[in-house]
């Protein structure tokens, strides 16, 4: 696949079409737990497994791996559950991100302090990095991260994004840039923090320890935060570092439409767009920002494209098809005369001639086989 490059600017990129990142500073092991079954994810996750659906042309993964590298991992174990194999299959060896990546299956998932135990070997007491295998965050969070651990050395640093309440993730109390106390999934309401776990961590050794410490939550799972918040009792420094421009866990379907609109928002995206150099784009297409045409893209005459339309990797679209804040995944083709808002067309689905499919950002239309 050709790099997807901002329109006017031209950057030093890896073999994945990602900018290096910088050298130096010590190195960390690194952790990314991608073992879910993604249920809110369907129907995006019938074909694939949640960490391998897209963002800006690239499953979502790979984001985190290269931030791992980053923030200074080069070996990492990525723990992997329902379809696995396409993961491993996605990722490979590492090579083409600069790191050693390694991989252990979690067969029935059982919480995030589960998952995390899988490691126990990989880590080796060490600390390490550890990332949610569903989180996007802006790029640049990431060597941030690890230069305040290197810097700072605390026992543990935990990353913080702001939400109304944070009820459905990790209410985190701060007290002078340092947490003080974490309750894992509080009743909806009483929450007297707007800070939530933003699912990317530092963590020392003595985390496993903790975690197999600690009691099942009331679904009968293992939680992470809950190992956290046994060593904040026992005086562990713990060192909260919010989350600078986008944070998504990527939850529900209409979420991968706003995220990639959010992300070609970041500074390094003045035109609020990507477009591969080898997408063919015919005559009078308007295109309207944000919008992504990825690499082999075809878009025929009169076309209009945007706000918000996003056309992956050999996608076609023909003469007059209009896209807004849709998704065509790799391989479809959307038919003459279409007009598709708040639409994802599955990978290699055929939307027939003057079709008009208009979803809601709350409930998008899906267009594909496996998408009923």
């Known amino acids: 696949m050709d790099a997807l ?70 070996e990492l174990l990525i723990v992997i559950g329902y379809r696995g194999e396409m993961v491993r299959e996605t990722l490979g060896g590492g090579q083409r991100f600069g790191l050693r990546i390694e991989y252990a299956l979690q067969e029935k998932p059982a919480g995030t302090g589960d998952a995390t135990l899988m490691a126990e070997e990989f880590i080796a007491g060490e600390p390490f990095f550890l990332s949610w295998g569903d989180i996007i965050v802006s790029r640049r969070n990431y060597a941030r991260i690890g230069e305040i651990w290197r810097t700072e050395r605390p026992d543990l640093l935990l990353s913080l994004n702001w939400v109304e309440d944070p009820w459905e993730g990790a209410a985190v109390y701060v007290e ?97 767009s990507l477009c591969a150099d080898s ?20 878009i025929a005459e009169g076309a209009i494209i945007g706000p918000s339309a996003f056309v992956l990797h050999e996608a076609r679209l023909l003469e007059g098809a209009r896209l807004s804040h849709s998704l065509v995944l790799p391989s479809a083709v959307v038919e003459e005369g279409c007009e598709l808002e708040w639409t994802i067309v599955e990978e290699r689905a055929s939307v027939p001639a003057g079709t008009r499919s208009i979803g809601t950002p709350n409930a998008p239309a899906f267009v594909g086989a496996d998408c009923d």
């Open 5 to 74: 490059i901002p329109r006017g600017r031209r950057r030093s990129l890896n073999e994945c079409g990602y900018p290096l990142p910088a050298a130096g500073g010590p190195r960390l092991k690194g952790v990314i737990l991608a073992a879910g079954l993604g249920t809110r994810m369907r129907p995006l996750t019938h074909r694939r497994p949640k960490p391998l659906v897209p963002v800006l042309d690239r499953p979502m993964i790979e984001h985190i791996v290269v931030g791992a590298a980053d923030a200074g991992v080069t």
């Open 176 to 272: 002078d840039r340092r947490v003080v106390r974490i309750i894992e999934k509080p009743p909806q309401g009483t929450s007297t923090t707007n800070y939530n776990n933003a699912g990317i961590f530092v963590l020392p050794g003595e985390i496993l320890e903790a975690t197999k410490e600690i009691d099942l939550s009331a679904r009968g799972e293992r939680e992470l935060p809950d190992a956290i918040q046994l060593m904040l009792s026992r005086g562990a420094v713990v060192r909260g570092v919010p989350i600078e421009g986008c944070w998504s866990d990527v939850a529900r379907p209409a979420e991968v439409i706003r995220l990639n609109g959010a992300l070609l928002g970041e500074p390094e995206y003045p035109d609020a």
């Open 279 to 298: 997408a063919r784009i015919g005559l009078g297409v308007l295109r309207r920002a944000p919008y992504l045409l990825g690499a082999e893209v075809s």
